[in-house]
């Protein structure tokens, strides 16, 4: 959601934050459209490695995307149940996995900054853009470009 504050004439976006390994991600919240904790998930024969499987989530089929495989980072620490986040794409409903969720951060956007020259090429793909926070780095997940599972992705 991006709100406009007629005082200072500037644009605020709420972002959804998430961990992924030690990388704190933001996806804007107007993508986002729910938090869930993935059960039975099934796995899908011939899937790419980034493909989880797929569950039933409230009577829809949600594909579930694994983003550690994604962002070709380690597995997690075996026996903590991951987080998913609930996007949609063109009508399909996908769980991005992940390790943690944080909280909804509003953020100005003169305050998002282009990818530094120095951020790992597995993110910089998948970013919109960066905020620097107190201390770390924010890494603003481009929803689109994470769910671009096409016959060339498949390969990688």
């Known amino acids: 959601m991006t709100t406009v504050n007629h005082a200072n004439e500037s ?3 709420e972002y959804v934050t998430a961990t992924i390994g030690d990388q704190l991600f933001g996806l804007p919240i107007s993508r986002v459209q729910d938090v869930f904790k993935p059960e039975r998930l099934t796995r899908v024969p011939l899937a790419s490695n980034d493909i989880a499987g797929v569950l039933n989530l409230r009577g829809r089929i949600v ?3 694994d983003m550690r495989a994604r962002l070709k980072l380690p597995k997690g620490e075996a026996g903590r149940p991951p987080m998913a986040i609930g996007v949609e794409l063109r009508g399909e409903s996908y ?3 992940i390790d943690s969720i944080g909280e909804v951060m509003k ?3 003169e305050g998002r900054e282009v990818n530094p ?3 790992d090429l597995r ?3 998948l970013s919109a853009g960066v905020y620097r926070l107190d201390g ?4 603003v997940l481009d929803v689109d470009r994470v769910l671009e599972i096409g016959p060339d992705k498949l390969a990688a």
């Open 123 to 125: 993110m910089a793909e």
């Open 136 to 139: 770390q780095l924010m890494v």
């Open 63 to 65: 594909t579930a995307i």
């Open 117 to 119: 020259a120095n951020l």
């Open 95 to 97: 769980g991005l996995l």
């Open 107 to 109: 953020l100005p956007d």
């Open 11 to 13: 644009a605020l976006t």
